[in-house]
């Protein structure tokens, strides 16, 4: 890694100006932020945190912020009619708002990108409480989405200044879950060069894996994605577009949904995804299936692998091979009404790819899926 940053380095010809040490958090906003830290608490495993309310003198939204290994969600709804939240709800149903990253200098991050062409969001902005402060900034990406830079070295709250302890007497066990290993946005028909610009230019990204839209489809639909990365590869976007299929792309399904470009799925990973989806699956969480069939070419597909194949199947567990290693996966359903945003659960056992070689299986699930709902 520490090799990719320095042959990445010469190649810009300076150092990386826009160093981010990793994802700090990720917000959504949903109709009832109580009702949904309850479900992450219950059905993910996510511990509580912290909250923010009436209780701590907001005004006009409430948030409950969860974390599971270095993953937070923050869950935040509106309180009263007419708010830029509750507008982004009515639009887009519940989704993700705000991606955040963390950064050392959040003024740094924030001119520096801004001067790149980045489009603000907020100016560098200070906030304090006993804990000490933390600057935060902000940028828009595609859709509605934003990134905010957080700088907490001088901060050691419990998460940002003004929200209080969240400490309630229900707290079910993890699953297992440790760290974002991707985040993919899907954006529209012909913008995903656009934004992988803007991630190489802007944000200082560079291009990890290319697909084409031979490599992505299936017979009906199709799409093409890109993943970019930043420059110690801690902060990885895939980017999908919709290609021409016989019918309607998952992507064109999920920009219709959310009404323009946003977070398709968050990839959160295990060291044990064994474990993390068999309680999943006793919490309630639901997952892509994909047919028996799939299990039957795996082990000429993939070779030796340390897991058991007939426990991946009853689980539904995809798995994938590349040069460097393999990687197993499952993909939820997704976690609101609209059918919008959704999680995968990754293990990687060497493998710094995506998942690949399971695209047309997975694709086919989610067609089945479609054509249920009568979007295909
Ligand atoms: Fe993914």
Redesign the pocket.
């Known amino acids: 890694m520490l090799h990719q940053q320095k042959k990445r380095m010469n190649e810009i010809g300076n150092t990386d100006f826009l160093p981010i040490n990793g994802t700090d958090y990720i917000e959504l906003y949903v109709g009832n932020c109580k009702q949904a830290a309850h479900y992450y608490q219950s059905a993910f495993g996510f511990q509580p945190l912290a909250y923010a309310g009436l209780e701590t003198g907001l005004k006009d939204r409430e948030s409950y912020v969860v974390q599971q290994g270095k993953i937070r969600l923050v869950l935040t709804s509106p309180l009263h009619g007419g708010t830029e939240i509750g507008k982004h709800i009515d639009k887009h149903g519940d989704g993700i708002k705000v991606v955040a990253l963390w950064v050392d200098d959040a003024r740094d991050a924030y001119y520096e990108t801004i001067s790149r062409g980045a489009k603000p969001y907020f100016e560098p902005v200070e906030e304090e409480d006993d804990y000490g402060y933390v600057v935060r900034s902000g940028i828009h990406t595609y859709g509605d989405t934003v990134h905010v830079f957080v700088e907490r070295s001088k901060y050691n709250g419990v998460f940002l200044p003004d929200f209080k302890a969240w400490t309630p007497a229900y707290h079910p066990s993890p699953v297992g879950l440790k760290y974002v290993d991707?985040m993919?946005g899907n954006v529209g028909w012909n913008e995903m060069n656009d934004w992988v610009n803007f991630y190489a230019s802007v944000m200082g990204f560079s291009q990890l894996v290319s697909f084409d839209d031979k490599d992505i489809s299936t017979e009906y639909t199709a799409l093409m994605s890109k993943v970019m990365s930043n420059g110690n590869g801690r902060i990885k976007f895939?980017i999908n577009e919709p290609a021409e299929g016989k019918k309607k792309s998952q992507v064109e399904e999920y920009l219709d949904f959310y009404e323009g470009a946003g977070v398709q799925?968050l990839?959160v990973a295990t060291d044990d995804i064994i474990t993390t989806v068999t309680h999943l699956l006793e919490r309630g969480v639901e997952f892509l299936r994909v047919p028996d069939s799939y299990y039957e070419e795996l082990k000429g597909r993939i070779g030796d692998i340390d897991e058991e194949i007939v426990q991946l199947k009853a689980l539904g567990i995809l798995v994938d091979r590349d040069d460097e290693g393999y990687l197993l996966q499952i993909f939820s359903k997704p976690v609101e009404p609209r059918p919008t945003m959704f999680f995968?659960i990754i293990q990687r056992k060497g493998a710094r790819s995506?998942?690949k070689g399971n695209f047309k299986a997975l694709f086919e699930a989610i067609e089945r899926e479609q054509e249920l709902r009568g979007t295909l």
Do not use: L, S, T
């Open positions: 991707h993919v895939p799925h990839a995968e995506f998942g």
